[in-house]
C-alpha cells in the first residue's frame, strides 16, 4: 500500500481526485489532505476538501489549510471555470468537520519526519507553493520523499490560463521551479494527457447511473465545469485533468510518457508559468521528470467510474 498526502485546490476535478483516493483503500493511504490557494481562495479550498470528504463518509481524513498566497505574486484563481465555490454544480452540505490545527505545510514537514523515508507520495493537484514552501523550509525532507505525482504543464497543448502556460503552473512559477529542481523522483500528468480524459456525454450519465450520492455529485459537477472547456475547445466534454494523478498510481499501465527535462519560466512576462519540456531530447539537461502523454481514456473512465461505485453508504441505492 502507498502512502500518500494529497495537496490540492478543489475545483470539481481534485474532488474526483480525492474521491478516487478514498474509493482505493487497499492501495493508498491517505495520511491527509493539505489544501492550498488555486482554484478559488484558500478559505474556499480548505472548506471544499472537506465537503468531499464528508461526501465519501471519510470525515476523519486531516484536512489542514495551507499556504493562502504565492511565493512571489499575487493570487490568480479560476472561478470563471469552477463557479464562485469552487464546486458549482450540486447542492451539498457545509461541511460538519473542523480542520485540523496544524498549518499544510508543518503536517507535510512532520509527516514526512515521521514516516519511513521513501514511503510517502505527495500528489500535488494544485499550484505547489505547499510543497515548495515545505522544501525550503525544511530541505531534509526532499531526500525522505517516496515521489512526487503532479497534474501540471504541458507541452503540446501549450496553456490553458495563458498562450504559454497551464493554470496550476502559472499560478506559482516560482514555486513549481523550486518543486522541478527538488531532485525528487516526479511523474507530470500534463494538459497533454488530461486533455484526452473528456467527460463525453455517455462518460458523465456512466456516473450518474450509479445511484449514489457520490455519482451524483460527480455528474453534476462535471456538468456545470464542462460547459467552459466545451465553448473553449469545441470538445464533445471536458477534460477530467486531477483524477489522472491518482490513476496513474493506481493503473499506470494505462499511461505512458517519456523521462526527460523540464524547466519552468519564472521571468519572461510573455511566458512566465510555461513548462519548458524537452519532449524531442534536443538538449543536454538532465532528465528531471517523466512527462506523461498519453492515456487509455475509455479503460480510465471504466475504472473510475467502478471505483466510484465503491464510496454508496449504506441504503443510498
Not at 493511504?29 to 482554484?39: E, H, K, P, R, S
Not at 505547499?130 to 501549450?158: E, H, K, S
Request: with cysteine; hydrophobic share 45%.
Amino acid at each position: 500500500m502507498r502512502k500518500i498526502i494529497i495537496d490540492t485546490d478543489p475545483g470539481q476535478d481534485d474532488a474526483v481526485a480525492i474521491l478516487l483516493a478514498l474509493a482505493s483503500p487497499q492501495e493508498l493511504d491517505l495520511l491527509g489532505i493539505t489544501a492550498v490557494a488555486g482554484n478559488v481562495p484558500l478559505e474556499l479550498t480548505a472548506k471544499n476538501a472537506r465537503i468531499v470528504c464528508e461526501l465519501a463518509g471519510r470525515a476523519d481524513v486531516p484536512v489542514h489549510a495551507g499556504c493562502d498566497r504565492p511565493l512571489s505574486h499575487d493570487l490568480v484563481t479560476a472561478e470563471h471555470v469552477h463557479g464562485r465555490s469552487g464546486l458549482d454544480g450540486p447542492t451539498l452540505p457545509d461541511p460538519g468537520m473542523a480542520l485540523r490545527d496544524a498549518h499544510g505545510v508543518d503536517f507535510i514537514i512532520e509527516t514526512l519526519r515521521r514516516e519511513p523515508p521513501g514511503t510517502v507520495t505527495l500528489c500535488a493537484l494544485g499550484p505547489l507553493t505547499n510543497l515548495a514552501t515545505a522544501f525550503r523550509r525544511a530541505p531534509d525532507i526532499c531526500a525522505r520523499v517516496q515521489q512526487i505525482v503532479l497534474m501540471g504543464g504541458a507541452y503540446f497543448q501549450v496553456g490553458n490560463i495563458t498562450p504559454a502556460a497551464e493554470f496550476n503552473i502559472y499560478v506559482d512559477p516560482d514555486a513549481a521551479a523550486i518543486v522541478f529542481g527538488s531532485g525528487i523522483s516526479i511523474t507530470v500528468l500534463p494538459l497533454d494527457v488530461t486533455h484526452k480524459a473528456l467527460t463525453t456525454r455517455a462518460r458523465v450519465e456512466a456516473f450518474r447511473a450509479l445511484g449514489t450520492p457520490v455519482g451524483r455529485a460527480v455528474a453534476e459537477w462535471t456538468d456545470f465545469f464542462e460547459r467552459f472547456d466545451k465553448e473553449k475547445y469545441g470538445s464533445e466534454g471536458a477534460p477530467l485533468h486531477d483524477p489522472c494523478v491518482i490513476a496513474w498510481l493506481l493503473w499506470p499501465e494505462l499511461f505512458s510518457g517519456r523521462f526527460i527535462n523540464v524547466e519552468i519560466e519564472t521571468v519572461s512576462p510573455l511566458t512566465r508559468g510555461m513548462t519548458v519540456a524537452d519532449w524531442w531530447r534536443v538538449t543536454d539537461r538532465a532528465p528531471n521528470a517523466t512527462f506523461i502523454g498519453d492515456i487509455d481514456a475509455q479503460a480510465f473512465f471504466d475504472r473510475l467510474t467502478e471505483r466510484l461505485a465503491r464510496l454508496a453508504p449504506q441504503g443510498a441505492r
